[in-house]
């Protein structure tokens, strides 16, 4: 079972009427991939998954891969292969234009290698998250609260099941994911800087008080704290000083 994302799919349909690549960011496991198969499934799009072996393989020359293709061209996890960015601003430039390119990538541009320096003025990004109340309706307000917007924690059986599927996403996440990007942080140590920033939630964070109560300097919990937002998992909203 899934949600229809109305508002998302023809935002991201639109930008790629506008843009030679597009490119879907969100965290993990927050419905990127059943978005852009629903979009691509209209026109018969070609998939290529950088988590399959197979696909992996076949795009490490991305040339010979991808220019002979037509109509749209869905690349997941993109980030995992930096070096196709450079390929995708060559075929970006090409007149008349074969083929558009749907990323779908799970870090900010930052984290990932520069993806938007290497494509700046060919991509367009469309920042996804977990189901709003807009999505899930007003009446589903109390669960989408209780369970966050995670498509399948937001839909498990039970609570139980909501709950367990958060905690293997968490250890995944911190265990897996971050060394696929390059993070070489412990992860015992972002998993107790995600617990506090947790207690911030809506307040003005103070890093000195964090790096104290964890035992790190201020500079450290600020770098960390740029990793989980790099990942899509946090958010820092800045004020005026």
Avoid at 3 to 28: F, K, Q, W, Y
Avoid at 178 to 200: C, F, N, Q, T
Avoid at 219 to 234: E, K, Y
């Amino acid at each position: 079972m899934t949600l229809p994302r109305h508002d998302l799919h023809r935002h991201v349909e639109h930008a790629l009427t506008r843009n030679p690549v597009v490119s879907l960011i969100g965290p993990r496991q927050c419905g990127k991939t059943t978005l852009a198969r629903a979009i691509g499934k209209a026109q018969q799009a070609t998939f290529f998954d950088l988590e399959h072996p197979v696909d992996a393989t076949r795009l490490e020359q991305p040339l010979t891969a991808l220019e002979h293709l037509q109509g749209l061209v869905v690349i997941d996890e993109a980030q995992l292969q930096p070096a196709l960015f450079s390929v995708l601003r060559v075929l970006a430039d090409r007149h008349p234009l074969p083929a558009r390119f749907l990323l779908l990538g799970s870090a900010s541009p930052d984290l990932a290698s520069n993806i938007s320096e290497s494509l700046a003025g060919r991509i367009h990004f469309v920042h996804m998250s977990g189901f709003n109340l807009s999505e899930v309706g007003n009446e589903q307000w109390r669960q989408l609260w209780h369970r966050g917007g995670f498509p399948r924690s937001f839909l498990a059986d039970t609570d139980e099941d909501s709950f367990k599927w958060r905690e293997d996403f968490i250890a995944t996440f911190l265990e897996r994911d971050l060394r696929r990007l390059g993070v070489m942080v412990s992860p015992e140590s972002l998993r107790r800087l995600w617990m506090m920033v947790a207690h911030y939630h809506g307040q003005v964070a103070k890093f000195s008080e964090i790096g104290r109560s964890l035992g790190e300097n201020h500079t450290t919990v600020r770098r960390h704290l740029d990793i989980l937002t790099g990942a899509l998992v946090l958010r820092q909203l800045h004020g005026r000083a």
